[in-house]
């Protein structure tokens, strides 16, 4: 298999983690989903994210999570999730991932509590030490920890970070960025910007619904990255009831019921999560049978 050189870039699907009716991690099913994920045209996967619930993940499975997928589709391909409350423990999660061959880590800030810029400089300097590139993460709506575009200029011209999955969902950002980092990839981090943010420079995807839409999400990344706007706005505006569920509270209890409906292995959640409201699920399941009877896959 050919290394990527820039193994975080392209759409990189964070993957959701199937479960067997006792809750018991499905790693072959895992490891299979990866490849899948592959064949179906994205370029790697992000295991042990949010959607993956590495938050309820043993130590031993999450270990296990992420030398499931390089074993499937090889580690230049992967990029975990090294979230922890302690960047000692983040820095653990990153050496596990590169010993076990992935070429880049993604990491959130420190979030038990609302960090200072102090210490999030400090913070990803500690995991840098792991000597595995690092993409930041930014997602202040759950960690209340905003990279902001100074900040994020600040980590990259230290050499700590070589990207940044952006989920604000503020398109605004992408120029700031740009003008502040020029060299920092921008990574889309919503499913439901990625139209916005790929014209406005994002060269990658950290995607939730390609789990179950693998090759229609692919197909609307690459129209949005060549500007190819009579490919992309339609496709954008069919997946678009899908898409923005990534950015709600129940992503991926919605992300997986696409997946059961796809023919695919979504299954159940770990507590807190619970199952969808009857109500919220009528809507993912209307949503998900129309795109899937539109021919979209």
Wanted: glycine residues 8%.
């Amino acid at each position: 298999m050919t290394t990527r050189v820039k193994p975080w870039r392209g759409v990189m699907v964070a993957t959701a983690l199937p479960l067997g009716d006792d809750l018991s991690v499905d790693f072959d099913g895992y490891a299979e989903h990866c490849r899948w994920l592959v064949a179906g045209g994205c370029d790697g996967v992000v295991p042990n994210g949010s959607l993956g619930e590495y938050q309820t993940l043993t130590a031993e499975e999450r270990a296990k999570v992420v030398e499931t997928a390089v074993e499937a589709i090889g580690g230049d391909r992967v990029m975990p999730g090294v979230a922890a409350y302690g960047a000692a423990e983040a820095r653990r999660w990153a050496e596990q991932a590169r010993d076990a061959g992935c070429g880049a880590v993604m990491l959130l800030p420190p979030n038990a509590y609302r960090a200072d810029e102090r210490i999030v400089m400090e913070h990803y300097r500690e995991v840098a030490k792991a000597g595995v590139p690092l993409v930041a993460y930014n997602n202040p709506l759950d960690t209340k920890v905003d990279l902001t575009p100074a900040l994020l200029a600040r980590l990259h011209a230290e050499g700590l970070i070589v990207a940044v999955k952006e989920f604000t969902g503020d398109v605004r950002r992408a120029y700031e960025i740009a003008e502040l980092a020029p060299g920092l990839d921008l990574l889309i981090g919503s499913d439901d910007v990625v139209l916005e943010l790929a014209l406005a420079g994002a060269v990658g995807w950290v995607a939730g619904y390609p789990n179950a839409l693998p090759e229609s999400s692919v197909a609307l990344y690459r129209a949005a990255l060549a500007r190819d706007l009579d490919t992309a706005l339609p496709l954008y505006r069919a997946l678009h009831p899908l898409l923005r569920w990534d950015s709600k509270t129940e992503f991926v209890q919605a992300i997986k019921l696409s997946m059961d409906l796809a023919g695919r292995k979504g299954g159940p959640c770990r507590a807190p999560r619970l199952p969808l409201a009857d109500e919220i699920e009528a809507v993912v399941r209307a949503a998900t049978e129309k795109v899937l009877a539109e021919g979209l896959r």
